[in-house]
């Protein structure tokens, strides 16, 4: 018998076994983590998109007001969470399953999509809020957020 032969098992066939991977059931638990949490970023920023276009076009300063102090306690709670959430489900599930954090192309452009995205909405949202999303801070009708 060859060396070769005694080191390899039959359910390994030449393959090394990942060191960590993720059961079926937590598979399945994983990736409806990932999907509930991505659609729900998904929606929150598309509410957002309206929230902001709506404070942007709006003359009424009360309404403007509120709709920026909305747009700061969705981005406090909601957003925040789901992103890092479907960054951290994302992370878990490519490196629990035969999918791999870096052997894909499309993997690794939909992290670092997450990752700019994330990072991106931390920063502008509180250095261009102009003071409109901050409770008691100014609005201005009509000013970019």
């Not at 039959?10 to 076994?17: C, E, L, V, Y």
């Not at 909405?121 to 009509?142: E, H, I």
Request: charged share 15%.
């Amino acid at each position: 018998m060859s060396a070769t032969a005694v080191s390899q098992s039959p359910t390994t066939r030449g393959r090394t076994k990942k060191k960590f991977e993720l059961s079926r059931r937590g598979r399945r638990l994983t990736l409806a983590v990932h999907v509930v949490t991505s659609v729900g970023w998904v929606g929150l920023s598309l509410a957002m998109a309206v929230l902001a276009v709506m404070g942007y076009t709006t003359e009424d300063a009360a309404v403007a007001k509120g709709v920026y102090y909305a747009m700061y306690v969705f981005d406090d709670t909601c957003v925040t969470v789901f992103s890092i959430t479907a960054a951290l489900s994302g992370i878990l599930l490519s490196c629990g399953t035969k999918w791999g954090l870096l052997l894909h192309w499309w993997i690794i452009v939909k992290w670092v999509i997450t990752l700019f995205m994330t990072i991106f909405a931390w920063f502008n949202t509180g250095t261009r809020s102009g003071g409109g999303a901050v409770p008691g801070g100014t609005v201005r009708c009509g000013a970019p957020i």
